[in-house]
DNA sequence: GTCTATATCCAGATAGAC
DNA sequence: GTCTATCTGGATATAGAC
C-alpha cells in the first residue's frame, strides 16, 4: 500500500510502522498519536521503531515523501497517456476523487494535513511538485489555445479549487455521496470556466 | 480585533489570551504552543489564564467560535447590501481576499487548521454555518435563473473553490503577489463556470 | 482576580540484554 | 535487528498566598 518494497514477504517493520502511522495521524491528527500507540497498533516495539526511524517526525516526514512520490508519478502517467490538457484534467479529478473513496486516510494526509507543523523543513518545492505538473499543464494548454490565456495560477485554481474543495467536503463528511457522483459536474463546469471558445 | 467587548479600557484578560493564541496557534500551530508559550507572549500569569479558561482547548474553542461568529455576521452583512447572487458572491469572495491580506492568521486560524484534532466536540453545523450561507446564497441564485440548475454541493464548490485555492497558496506563499490582484480574474472565471447563459 | 510555586503525568527518546 | 525497561524533560493543570 504504502511503499513497493521489494522484499514482500519478510516482516518489513519500515512499512508496517507507516501503515500503522498512516492511519492514526489521519484518525486522530499527528500530535494526538504517542509513539507508545503506534507500538501498540503496529505491534512493533518501541526500540524497533527507533531503529528504523530516527524520531517521530522522520515518520511523518517518510510517510508523506512517500505519497507525494506516488501522486507524482500517478499524474506523469496521466500526462503520458492522454494528449489534451481537456482531457488531463479530467483524469487528474478522475484519480483524485478514486483515491478520496478508496484511500481517503491517504488524501487527508497528503492534502489536508499542516505538515509545516509538525515536519521541520519540508522542502516547498516537493511540497507543491504534484501542484507544479497540474499548473504546468494548465500553462501548456494556454499555448496550444485549448484554455484562455490568463494568470496561470487563477488558471490551475479555478481548474481544480471546485473538485478540491468538494474532496474536503467529502472528507469532512459534509457531502454524504461518494465524490464520484459528481465527477462529470465538477469537470465540466471547471473546464467551462477556463476553456478558450474563441477559436 | 478579537471581540467587540463593553470594557475595552480595563485590561481584557480574555482578549489579550485570545490575541496571544491567535497569534502563536497560527505561527506555530496549536500543538506546538504551549501555555508557558501564551503566558509569554501574553504577559499574563499562567493564574491569570486558567482562571479565564478551563484549559488550553477551551482558548481554542472561544477562538474559534469567535471568528466563525464575525464571518457569519460578515456574510449576512454582504446578503443585505447587495441583491443579486453574482455581486454576492464577488463580495464574499473580495471579503476573503481582504482578510486573506488584512489578518491572515485570521484566515489562516478559520480555514486551516485541523480544528476537530483538537477542539473535541466542534458542532458541524457552527463548523460549516458560513459554508452553508454560501450554499444557500448560490441555490437561491438557481431559483432566480441567475445561475446553472445543477448540484447545490457541486456549485458552490466550482463558485469558491478557486479563490479558495488561491488564498491557500497565498498563505503558503507559494504565491507571492497579494491576493487582491487576482479578485477580477478568479471571480469572473468561477462565475463564468456557474452562471446561466441561456436566458 | 492575579500571581508564583509546584505537583503530576506522559510524551519522546535511550540503554543495553538478547 | 528486535526487544523490555527506564530516563528525562516539559507539558498541562492546581494550590494557595496576596
Given at each position: 500500500m504504502i511503499s513497493n518494497a521489494i522484499?514482500?514477504?519478510?516482516?518489513?517493520i519500515r512499512e508496517t510502522v507507516l501503515n500503522s502511522a498512516l492511519h492514526l495521524f489521519t484518525v486522530k491528527g499527528y500530535f494526538n498519536t504517542s509513539v507508545p500507540d503506534i507500538v501498540k497498533h503496529s505491534a512493533c516495539s518501541t526500540g524497533s521503531i527507533y531503529h528504523h526511524f530516527a524520531d517521530k517526525k522522520s515518520i511523518a516526514e517518510a510517510l508523506y515523501n512517500c505519497l507525494v512520490e506516488r501522486m507524482e508519478t500517478s499524474l506523469n502517467e496521466i500526462n503520458q497517456n492522454y494528449d489534451t490538457t481537456k482531457q488531463r484534467c479530467y483524469q487528474i479529478i478522475k484519480l483524485l476523487f478514486e483515491l478520496t473513496e478508496n484511500e481517503p486516510e491517504v488524501m487527508r494526509f497528503m492534502?489536508?494535513?499542516?505538515h509545516r507543523e509538525f515536519i521541520a523543513d519540508i522542502a516547498p518545492i516537493c511540497s507543491t511538485k504534484p501542484f507544479m505538473i497540474m499548473r504546468d499543464l494548465v500553462a501548456a494548454g494556454m499555448e496550444s489555445n485549448e484554455?484562455?490565456?490568463?494568470d496561470k495560477m487563477v488558471a490551475v485554481s479555478v481548474m481544480f479549487g471546485g473538485a478540491l474543495r468538494l474532496i474536503q467536503l467529502r472528507l469532512d463528511n459534509?457531502?454524504?455521496?461518494?465524490?464520484q457522483d459528481k465527477l462529470e459536474d465538477v469537470f465540466t463546469y471547471s473546464w467551462k470556466a477556463i476553456e478558450n471558445n474563441t477559436e
Open positions: 522484499n514482500t514477504r519478510k516482516k518489513n492534502l489536508f494535513s499542516k484554455v484562455q490565456i490568463m459534509v457531502l454524504k455521496e461518494p465524490v
